[in-house]
């Protein structure tokens, strides 16, 4: 699949304000060796571009530019009873600020899950990722949910666990075989080392913030779907950590706005 997103013009709580654009490129495989053993191999790589005007609390500089995060995953699902699903999904990715290369920006670690099939209507779970991002290790659990609680409305995680956070949650209607609205949200949170040319040479730079956001889908054909995003980013942070281990920039941003078009096609 791939998926293009603008994060439109920002404002920073000491002043100035940013945007950056993220363009992403996905392809999974996974295949059913047996009924109780699935596995699997993920590529993705991402591509963002950021613009400053004024940053007052990064003394009127922007931290970074462009940031380039290719990444490689391995799912491995096992299901002891036709009721329950294990699942073990390591990820390696090198997240770095175009020209640093990959020494120093590797983030590793894996999503361990276990899900329940209590009908065929109803899978509930429990999962954590456990990474090591850059310089700090990184632990959160999430929810696994997948509920059809009518024929049309759907209670269900719309990413995938991995380095930057959980699968959120998300409450879709389908409206008719082709189209179907949704809501829901999610905690992002990205780490990157920054180059050496930029005003914290080598350090690391990061992005938090909580997205809640609305979707249109609509199926083109049974194997191919669009899907146009408008979100509201909230609780949002950018800081900056220097090769000392030091902050020597931090600052939150205003609630900002941001849409996104994804295409995805299953083979």
Not at 92 to 104: A, C, R
């Amino acid at each position: 699949g791939v998926t293009g997103l603008n994060q439109f013009d920002t404002g920073l709580s000491s002043g100035g304000s940013f945007n950056w654009q993220d363009a992403a490129a996905n392809v999974n495989v996974t295949k059913q060796f047996t009924d109780q053993v699935a596995a699997g191999v993920n590529l993705r790589y991402n591509y963002q571009n950021w613009k400053w005007s004024g940053p007052t609390a990064f003394n009127g500089r922007g931290p970074w530019s462009s940031i380039e995060t290719p990444a490689l995953g391995l799912s491995f699902y096992y299901s002891p009873t036709p009721e329950w699903r294990l699942g073990f999904v390591p990820t390696v990715e090198w997240s770095g600020e175009s020209g640093t290369g990959t020494g120093g920006t590797a983030t590793y670690g894996a999503v361990m899950s276990a899900a329940r099939r209590f009908s065929k209507d109803l899978t509930l779970g429990l999962g954590a990722g456990v990474f090591r991002q850059i310089d700090q290790t990184k632990v959160f659990p999430y929810l696994i949910v997948n509920w059809n609680i009518t024929d049309r409305l759907r209670l269900s995680n719309p990413l995938p666990a991995g380095p930057s956070g959980g699968a959120g949650l998300e409450l879709s209607y389908a409206l008719t075989e082709k189209w179907t609205l949704a809501g829901g949200g999610a905690y992002r949170s990205y780490r990157f080392r920054l180059n050496d040319t930029g005003p914290v040479p080598g350090g690391i730079g990061q992005n938090k913030f909580i997205p809640f956001f609305g979707r249109v889908s609509y199926q083109i054909a049974p194997s191919t779907r669009v899907d146009l995003y408008a979100a509201a980013t909230v609780g949002g942070n950018l800081s900056v950590v220097d090769s000392n281990g030091n902050m020597p920039y931090s600052d939150s941003y205003k609630t900002g706005v941001a849409a996104a078009l994804s295409l995805s096609h299953r083979f």
